[in-house]
C-alpha cells in the first residue's frame, strides 16, 4: 500500500537549534517526494521536491531509498519556519498526491 | 497571477443538509483537484479533473458526494446528505500540465456539520 507517515504531529524547538521532521513512506515503484508548508492563515505551498535538489529558506531534504525516508531538515531554526508541515508521494500516471498527516514546527525565541 | 478561488470560506449545516462549493482554478491549469483534510490528518484526494473528464474519483463517497467541471474550467462539488464525518476542510488544487508543475491550493472551504 501507498502510505507517507509522518511520526511526530508536534515539534518544539528554540531559535538557532536545529530541525529534523521525520517522514517515512511506502511506495512500490520509483518515488517522488515532496515537502509542502502551511504558514499561519496562509494556503498548503510547496516547500520543495526532492528531484530537485535545491535548498529552500534554508531547508534540505535528501531521499534514502533504503530507509524509505525523506526527512526535512535546517541547521538553525529561525521563528518564521513555524508552520505546518506535510510530506506528500506522488503516485500513479495523474500526478496524485499523497500526504502525511503533518507536523507542526513550533520555534521558540 | 491570481490564486485558486474557493467559496464560500466556511460554511454550517445540519446533518442530512445539502452544501455545494466551488473552486476557480489558476486561468490555463488543465489539472483540477479536490481534496477532503479532516482535522488533524493530511489532505485526502476525493476526485481529480483533466480538463473536463474524471482521471481518478476512487476516494469519493459517491453515494452522497458528487463532483463536476463542465467547461473545463470551474468545478462544484456537492455533499447531499450530509453526515457529522464530513466535517473538514475542502481544498481544491490547479495545475499545469507537465509532469513536473506542481499543485496550487486555495484557501480552501471549512465545512461543519451539526
Known amino acids: 500500500a501507498q502510505r507517507v507517515t509522518q511520526p511526530e504531529k508536534l515539534l518544539s524547538v528554540f531559535k538557532g537549534a536545529p530541525v529534523e521532521l521525520k517522514c517515512n513512506y511506502s511506495?512500490?515503484?520509483?518515488?517522488?517526494l515532496f515537502w509542502y508548508v502551511q504558514y499561519s492563515r496562509q494556503r498548503l505551498q510547496l516547500l520543495l521536491r526532492h528531484i530537485s535538489r535545491e535548498s529552500i529558506k534554508g531547508f534540505t531534504a535528501d531521499l534514502n531509498k533504503g530507509e524509505t525516508s525523506f526527512h526535512l531538515k535546517k541547521p538553525f531554526a529561525q521563528e518564521e519556519d513555524s508552520a505546518m508541515y506535510y510530506c506528500a508521494l506522488r503516485s500513479g500516471g495523474y500526478n496524485k498526491l499523497i500526504f502525511g498527516a503533518g507536523t507542526r514546527l513550533a520555534v521558540h525565541p | 497571477e491570481a490564486g485558486v478561488a474557493q467559496s464560500p470560506r466556511y460554511k454550517i449545516i445540519e446533518k442530512r443538509q445539502s452544501v455545494a462549493f466551488w473552486c476557480n482554478p489558476i486561468?490555463?491549469?488543465?489539472?483540477l483537484y479536490w481534496y477532503q483534510q479532516i482535522l488533524g490528518q493530511g489532505p485526502k484526494l476525493l476526485i481529480q479533473?483533466?480538463?473536463?473528464?474524471?482521471?481518478?474519483d476512487s476516494q469519493l463517497p459517491k453515494d452522497r458526494f458528487s463532483a463536476e467541471r463542465l467547461k473545463g474550467v470551474d468545478s462544484t462539488l456537492k455533499i447531499q446528505p450530509a453526515k457529522l464525518e464530513d466535517s473538514a476542510v475542502y481544498l481544491c488544487?490547479?495545475?499545469?500540465?507537465?509532469?513536473?508543475?506542481?499543485?496550487?491550493f486555495g484557501p480552501g472551504t471549512r465545512l461543519l456539520v451539526l
Open positions: 488544487a490547479s495545475r499545469p500540465v507537465g509532469r513536473e508543475e506542481t499543485q496550487y
Open positions: 511506495y512500490s515503484g520509483s518515488p517522488e
Open positions: 479533473f483533466q480538463n473536463n473528464g474524471v482521471v481518478d
Open positions: 486561468s490555463g491549469h488543465a489539472t
